[in-house]
C-alpha cells in the first residue's frame, strides 16, 4: 500500500554533513507519522527522529536533536533527515518507517519501511 525508499548516505568524514530522503509512493503520508530509525554494526536498529501528521510537531533521540533536523515535503510525498556534525558512531543503516498511530518510539509501532541507506562516517 505504501512504498518507502530511502536515498542520500554515503561516506562522510567526522564533521560533515548529509541529507537523507525518504520518498513515498501509493499514497501520500501526510497523515501518518513518519519516522527514522538507524542500525549500527552489531546493534539493535533504535529510534532517531519522527515528524508528526501533517508535520505539526517533531521528536528525536536525545544524543541526536542538537545535530540532526527532522523535515517533510508534502508536495514531494518526501520526508527528510538533515545530519550535521557526523561522528563515526553515528555510522549505521538509516531506515525510514510510517505508522497510522502509537508508540512514537516503538519499532514495532510502524507498519512500512524502506530499504534503508547506509551511513559511514570516517575519523
Known amino acids: 500500500q505504501v512504498q518507502l525508499v530511502e536515498s542520500g548516505g554515503g561516506l562522510v568524514q567526522a564533521g560533515g554533513s548529509l541529507r537523507l530522503a525518504c520518498a513515498a509512493s501509493g499514497r501520500t503520508f501526510s497523515g501518518y507519522v513518519m519516522g527514522w530509525f538507524r542500525q549500527g554494526p552489531g546493534k539493535e536498529r533504535e529510534f532517531v527522529a519522527a515528524?508528526?501528521?501533517?508535520?505539526?510537531?517533531?521528536l528525536y533521540e536525545d544524543s541526536v536533536k542538537s545535530r540532526f533536523t527532522i523535515s517533510s515535503d508534502n508536495a514531494k510525498n518526501t520526508v527528510y533527515l538533515q545530519l550535521n556534525s557526523l561522528k563515526p558512531e553515528d555510522t549505521a543503516v538509516f531506515y525510514c518507517?510510517?505508522?497510522?498511530?502509537?508508540?512514537?518510539?516503538?519499532?514495532?509501532?510502524?507498519?512500512?519501511w524502506g530499504q534503508g541507506t547506509q551511513v559511514t562516517v570516517s575519523s
Open positions: 515528524i508528526s501528521r501533517y508535520g505539526r510537531s517533531t
Open positions: 518507517a510510517a505508522e497510522e498511530g502509537g508508540k512514537v518510539r516503538v519499532t514495532s509501532e510502524y507498519h512500512y
